[in-house]
């Protein structure tokens, strides 16, 4: 028994390097490196690391995987904190970051192409000289990665203007499970061409094929930013203030809220009053600046917040959405320097029913001995619950379980879901069920293994994320 599995795995090692050469790792410190995501998943060694270099290179190593059946994730920047990056027992993982080129900026179509492993950031650098951004701007962009972001439908900081991932990508190149290279949508600014498969290749976490390359959508950038940060005692004043803003037609770029507990863990300079904390981003042209942030500050003053200042100055602006940027890993840090775990949870619930829900939440957390801290995604409704918890102690993991599932249940009460931005990966399996039976649409997860057996016969695809 034990000789034939090491002839069978002999004969994979084979296998793998015809098609790679000295791109794929046997080594165990290699495999332990992509073993493990950000989320707080038991990891799980692969049993081979591959680095592609070419879509010709991962057709390839596709088709041999498929005939063998073994599981293959692909992988970015390994940020998901749902564990939708951890291989399953057997697989192998496929790194993307020997495709990190950009190889084309169309400034006058309006869109670039971009490898899987381009950076966030670094695109945003490349565009900067163009006077353009692309728009999907997650707290991770200084590493996640394209191809990690469109199959995560990535939201982030400017969502509340934006919006999620799915809107910015117009097409993409995507290897199937069998090695069939694909090109999906195109590089139009409109296209109605029967079913839409790009955006069903954006936000499946790697169960529907491997991303190649994407053609991603760009805009002109605004001419200058401002931002508000504000203090509030209660959050419904938070909340009156953003539907003023709104309803003023500010152009809102950023509106994030941060509570007191959270709060601990932004640079010093930010932690401020009892309550909360927002932060509101305006985007103007470079005339109509002054005069937006004039009228939005008189709109803050009139909210009743316990403090309030205004900025226009670029560093000041970047200051805050880094300190924002940094709040999940500071917490993780401080949370390990305790000798605990973090637990994310990331919900969302209709603008309109924020407050309400937030105030569920705390009372519900508010129960939890070891403690929680909640900041998140104000504009579009998307809270973040970090819970810590002692993972390792069955009366913590227990508990720190029942508040995410109680924390899904606000949401979907408020007429929202168990995932606004991280997707299901494995941990929400079981949410995404429950949330599609309270909605009586159960039929879905059956539509949705319809589609993955329709691109994956065999099953080979970051098995077991989604659903099993
Ligand atoms: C500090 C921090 C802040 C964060 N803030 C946000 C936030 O504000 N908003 C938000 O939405 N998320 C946020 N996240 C979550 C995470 O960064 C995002 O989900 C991001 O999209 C993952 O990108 P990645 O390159 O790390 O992908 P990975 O974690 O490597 O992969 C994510 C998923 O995509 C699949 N995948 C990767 N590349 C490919 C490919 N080429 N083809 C097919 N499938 C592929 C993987 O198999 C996996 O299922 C944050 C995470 C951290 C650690």
Redesign the pocket.
Known sequence: MQMQVHEEMDSIKKGLQGILGKNVSFSIAMEERYSA??SYMKPQVPIAVAFPSSTSQVSRLLRFCNRHRIGV?????????TG??IPSKGAIVVS?EKMGRVLEINIEDQYVVAQ?AVVLDDLNHRLEKHGYFYPPD???SM???V???L??N????RGVMFGSTRRWVLGAQAVLADGTVIETGSRTLKLSRGYDLTSLLVGS??TL????KAVLRIEPQHGRMGSIVAYYDRMESACGMLRSLRNAGMPIITAEFIDRRSMKYMDRKYRGQPGYMVIIGIASYSASLAHDMRLAASIVRKSGPESFYATTSKARVRGELGSRKRL??AMAARCRESGLDMVIGDVIVPPSRLCAAVREVEKMAGRYGPGAAMFGHMGEGNIHLNIFADLGNRKHAALANRLLNSLGEIAVRHAGSISA???I?LEKKKLLREELDAIHSSKEIELMKGIKKAFDPKGIL?PG?IFD
């Open positions: 995501d950000k994730t692909a992988r970015g920047a390994g940020t998901s904190l939708a990056s993307m899987p997650p707290g991770s590493v996640s990665t191809g990690g972001t199959s995560t990535a939201g982030g900081l976490e790697g094929a491997v991303i190649t999940f890993d931005e991280h997707g990966g970051n994320k």
